[in-house]
């Protein structure tokens, strides 16, 4: 269980990251608004100057809907 403080810290992290990042959280409430469900594919690319791109992805689970759905409880959605 998170304390009081951690959950400050936490939404004043969220805060900052929204506004370095405007355009991040609306992508997700847009793909959030389409339905996630079991079996959709998330992938992630990660681009450095200079460097060789990697990337991965993942299959959603029904446990990651769960995680999903608590952590967008916890940061307010």
Same mark, same amino acid.
């Given at each position: 269980?998170? /304390? %009081?403080?951690?959950? &400050? *810290?936490?939404?004043?992290?969220?805060?900052? +990251?929204?506004? /370095?990042?405007? *355009? +991040? %959280?609306?992508f997700? *409430?847009?793909?959030?608004?389409?339905?996630?469900?079991?079996?959709?594919?998330?992938?992630?690319?990660? *681009?450095? %100057?200079?460097?060789?791109?990697?990337?991965?992805? +993942?299959?959603?689970?029904?446990?990651?809907?769960?995680? &999903?759905g608590?952590?967008?409880?916890?940061?307010?959605?």
């Amino acid at each position: 269980m998170l /304390n %009081p403080a951690s959950l &400050i *810290k936490l939404a004043e992290a969220k805060k900052r +990251f929204v506004q /370095n990042h405007p *355009k +991040f %959280p609306a992508f997700c *409430k847009a793909v959030y608004a389409r339905g996630m469900e079991e079996g959709t594919i998330i992938e992630i690319t990660v *681009k450095k %100057p200079g460097d060789k791109d990697m990337a991965a992805n +993942f299959k959603i689970q029904e446990t990651d809907l769960e995680l &999903i759905g608590e952590l967008r409880e916890l940061l307010g959605k």
